[in-house]
């Protein structure tokens, strides 16, 4: 995961292009930890430079540079069913 706290170098980053997403979700204590446990979410490790990724490109980069199934759903087709 991206360490919010490390030493950046602010100046190379262009803040009109970051973006924040916001939102509440809910879990009973413990809950979500298990589920991460079982395998039904999945985490990966970020880089500085998705902070500032085009919206459009971002997940299917994420994904791309995995090492797991998750890396299939980068060539994933936004209409799958056209397909």
């Known amino acids: 995961m991206l360490d919010l706290e ?5 100046t190379e980053i262009d803040m009109d292009k970051v973006r924040f997403y ?4 809910g ?3 413990g809950q979500l930890r298990l589920e991460i446990e079982e395998g ?3 985490t990966f490790d970020s880089t500085p ?7 459009s490109e ?3 980069s994420v994904l791309a540079r995995q090492r797991s ?3 299939l759903l980068s060539i994933y087709p936004d ?3 056209m397909n």
């Open 49 to 55: 430079d998705e902070l500032t990724c085009d919206p």
């Open 79 to 81: 209409q799958s069913y």
């Open 40 to 42: 039904a979410w999945w």
């Open 69 to 71: 199934a998750a890396r």
């Open 6 to 10: 490390a030493d950046m170098n602010l």
């Open 58 to 60: 971002c997940w299917q």
């Open 22 to 25: 916001f939102g509440y979700a």
């Open 27 to 29: 879990w009973s204590p």
